[in-house]
């Protein structure tokens, strides 16, 4: 008997792998990109998801299945399906793509607890956050009356963040218990201080912007937020700050910090210089208070009082014009950028720079006039029923006077008055690491962007317990064993910081931390 002839299977594979093939091309053609963009552009998931699931029930309804089935029998046969029933199993693949898709990539990532599938899974979620948050930004949000709206929060955990819109806001109080912004050039510092001082404007403060920098695009953006919120602020880089309000004391005091002494000698003279050329009526001008520091001026002013007289003459000369020429340094830089006729008490909002912008080396000495100067506002001059805030942006260029600078972050909170500082980096807080550990002790909130050595800020948020996983590998596999100890982390990790985008900021008040997209001052401002 003869057998019958054996057919070779191959062409029946290939048949039935390309109709396989053709099969779940919908799916992975429609799944694929659509579950990569869903992850990449941190779409909301549930949409797809029901949107895929309603079009796979209507597949399902006009015989989907069945004819999937079909098809897949027929390819294991290799038949070629027919032209209907092949369209009407694509589409049931397509639709049953589109709703696994929003699905996939958290299957993916949860199968295991690896290093690699965590660390995916972070960078998933982190962008996901980044992009919800950004979109979240264009809506309207809620105004209430006695919190500060900052922004989007890029994590949901916490109990100052609004668990439905996800957005995170803080006490108005919490400024008067001072705070710091600090972060890379570029990184959206000082348009979330501008955010601060809309906030702060809109729950009726003062406010006033101090400018190392004297930036006048920053000018135009803080007169653009006072004047959204109705108030006229004034522009002290076009109408000059009056300095020389306050008593004698105050202002000798002013004039002394913008000056740093060698010896408690030289100090004393110059006291005393000022302290002549001032007398009971205080100049108006550095041009003034020069003019006066003259010996034979000062000998005429004071010949009431014989002994100020003679102390005035005895005065060797040179230690004399030592002091003058000091003083007439400091006229040149100023100017008369602060001989003006208003002050902090004449306004509820006002732009206040630093000197002028092309004698940028004098800074430091206008600045520490000017801490004083919001030292003695605060403390002797401001109605007490108003609360305000003062942001001094580009603080490294006043902190060089650490004195002026200390005293006015400690002691101005219980005078109802709240301090924001702007800063590049831990360095610009101060000249030593005393000047800084103090300034950041005083501060209650802490705003980091972006920054490369994030170390010492982040570490003001503590450290929390965690356990730390050790993994075994052979080769490149991981075997399934480990190894886990207690160990203490920074609540915030520097690598997070270092990773922020522009806007994105974490925030530090008390022994909490959120990281959050800042939301910018309101449309049209700036």
Same mark, same amino acid.
Not at 22 to 44: F, N, S
Not at 170 to 195: C, F, I, M, N, Y
Not at 302 to 307: I, N
């Given at each position: 008997?003869?057998?019958?002839?054996?057919?070779?299977?191959?062409?029946?594979?290939?048949?039935?792998?390309?109709?396989?093939?053709?099969?779940?091309?919908?799916?992975?053609?429609?799944?694929?990109? #659509?579950? #990569?963009?869903?992850?990449?552009?941190?779409?909301?998931?549930?949409?797809?998801?029901?949107?895929?699931?309603?079009?796979?029930?209507?597949?399902?309804?006009?015989?989907? *299945?069945?004819?999937?089935?079909?098809?897949?029998?027929?390819?294991?046969?290799?038949?070629?399906?027919?032209?209907?029933?092949?369209?009407?199993?694509?589409?049931?693949?397509?639709?049953?793509?589109?709703?696994?898709?929003?699905?996939?990539?958290?299957?993916?990532?949860?199968?295991?607890?690896?290093?690699?599938?965590?660390?995916?899974?972070?960078?998933?979620?982190?962008?996901?956050?980044?992009?919800?948050?950004?979109?979240?930004?264009?809506?309207?949000?809620? #105004?209430?009356?006695?919190?500060?709206?900052?922004?989007?929060?890029?994590?949901?955990?916490?109990?100052?963040?609004?668990?439905?819109?996800?957005?995170?806001?803080?006490?108005?109080?919490?400024?008067?218990?001072?705070?710091?912004?600090?972060?890379?050039?570029?990184?959206?510092?000082?348009?979330?201080?501008?955010?601060?001082?809309?906030?702060?404007?809109?729950?009726?403060?003062?406010?006033?912007?101090?400018?190392?920098?004297?930036?006048?695009?920053?000018?135009?953006?803080?007169?653009?937020?006072?004047?959204?919120?109705?108030?006229?602020?004034?522009?002290?880089?076009?109408?000059?700050?009056?300095?020389?309000?306050?008593?004698?004391? &105050?202002?000798?005091?002013?004039?002394?910090?913008?000056?740093?002494?060698?010896?408690?000698?030289?100090?004393?003279?110059?006291?005393?210089? #000022?302290?002549?050329?001032?007398?009971?009526?205080?100049?108006?001008?550095?041009?003034?208070?020069?003019?006066?520091?003259?010996?034979?001026?000062?000998?005429?002013?004071?010949?009431?009082?014989?002994?100020?007289?003679?102390?005035?003459?005895?005065?060797?000369?040179?230690?004399?014009?030592?002091?003058?020429?000091?003083?007439?340094?400091?006229?040149?830089?100023?100017?008369?950028?602060?001989?003006?006729?208003?002050?902090?008490?004449?306004?509820?909002?006002?732009?206040?720079?630093?000197?002028?912008?092309?004698?940028?080396?004098?800074?430091?000495?206008?600045?520490?006039?000017?801490?004083?100067?919001?030292?003695?506002?605060?403390?002797?001059?401001?109605?007490? &029923?108003?609360?305000?805030?003062?942001?001094?942006?580009?603080?490294?260029?006043?902190?060089?006077?650490?004195?002026?600078?200390?005293?006015?972050?400690?002691?101005?909170?219980?005078?109802? !008055?709240?301090?924001?500082?702007?800063?590049?980096?831990?360095?610009?807080?101060?000249?030593?690491?005393?000047?800084?550990?103090?300034?950041?002790?005083?501060?209650?909130?802490?705003?980091?962007?972006?920054?490369?050595?994030?170390?010492?800020?982040?570490?003001?948020?503590?450290?929390?317990?965690?356990?730390?996983?050790?993994?075994?590998?052979?080769?490149?596999? *991981?075997?399934?064993?480990?190894?886990?100890?207690?160990?203490?982390?920074?609540?915030?990790?520097?690598?997070?910081?270092?990773?922020?985008?522009?806007?994105?900021? !974490?925030?530090?008040?008390?022994?909490?931390?959120?990281?959050?997209?800042?939301?910018?001052?309101?449309?049209?401002?700036?």
């Amino acid at each position: 008997m003869t057998e019958p002839p054996v057919r070779d299977p191959t062409p029946l594979v290939a048949v039935a792998a390309a109709a396989l093939a053709l099969l779940a091309a919908p799916a992975v053609l429609v799944g694929g990109p #659509l579950a #990569l963009l869903i992850d990449r552009r941190g779409w909301r998931r549930w949409p797809a998801a029901l949107a895929g699931s309603l079009l796979t029930g209507a597949c399902t309804l006009a015989g989907g *299945p069945g004819a999937y089935a079909a098809a897949l029998e027929g390819a294991s046969r290799g038949t070629i399906p027919r032209p209907g029933a092949a369209l009407l199993a694509a589409t049931f693949a397509a639709a049953a793509g589109v709703a696994v898709a929003p699905v996939a990539p958290v299957l993916a990532r949860h199968r295991d607890e690896h290093e690699a599938t965590q660390h995916g899974r972070e960078l998933s979620r982190r962008r996901r956050a980044s992009r919800q948050a950004t979109r979240r930004l264009r809506r309207a949000w809620p #105004l209430p009356p006695d919190r500060t709206v900052l922004g989007a929060a890029l994590d949901r955990a916490g109990a100052c963040t609004r668990p439905r819109a996800a957005i995170v806001t803080v006490p108005d109080a919490l400024w008067q218990r001072q705070a710091l912004v600090v972060g890379e050039t570029g990184s959206g510092k000082t348009v979330t201080a501008l955010a601060i001082a809309s906030e702060t404007l809109r729950a009726g403060w003062d406010v006033y912007w101090v400018d190392g920098k004297a930036d006048r695009d920053v000018a135009a953006q803080f007169l653009a937020v006072a004047r959204h919120w109705g108030v006229a602020a004034l522009d002290g880089g076009r109408r000059p700050l009056d300095g020389w309000r306050g008593g004698p004391d &105050s202002v000798v005091n002013r004039l002394l910090a913008t000056q740093m002494f060698t010896e408690p000698y030289y100090a004393g003279i110059a006291r005393n210089v #000022l302290r002549w050329a001032v007398g009971l009526d205080p100049p108006h001008a550095f041009g003034e208070l020069v003019e006066r520091m003259d010996k034979r001026v000062l000998r005429r002013a004071w010949r009431h009082d014989a002994a100020e007289a003679e102390k005035i003459r005895r005065l060797p000369d040179a230690e004399f014009l030592g002091a003058r020429y000091r003083y007439e340094g400091v006229a040149w830089a100023v100017g008369t950028s602060l001989d003006g006729d208003w002050s902090y008490e004449d306004t509820r909002a006002a732009y206040v720079p630093v000197g002028r912008p092309e004698h940028r080396n004098q800074a430091a000495e206008i600045g520490a006039f000017l801490l004083e100067d919001l030292l003695h506002w605060a403390m002797a001059r401001k109605a007490p &029923s108003r609360r305000a805030l003062v942001v001094i942006d580009e603080f490294s260029k006043l902190a060089a006077r650490p004195d002026a600078a200390v005293d006015l972050v400690e002691r101005v909170r219980s005078f109802g !008055v709240g301090v924001v500082l702007i800063g590049q980096t831990w360095a610009s807080l101060g000249p030593s690491d005393t000047i800084r550990e103090r300034l950041a002790g005083t501060v209650g909130t802490v705003l980091i962007h972006q920054l490369k050595a994030p170390e010492r800020l982040v570490a003001l948020a503590g450290t929390e317990r965690t356990v730390e996983r050790s993994e075994q590998t052979e080769g490149v596999a *991981p075997t399934g064993r480990a190894t886990q100890r207690v160990a203490r982390r920074f609540v915030v990790s520097p690598d997070a910081v270092r990773t922020l985008g522009c806007g994105e900021a !974490v925030l530090i008040t008390g022994a909490s931390a959120r990281r959050l997209r800042v939301r910018p001052p309101p449309r049209g401002v700036g």
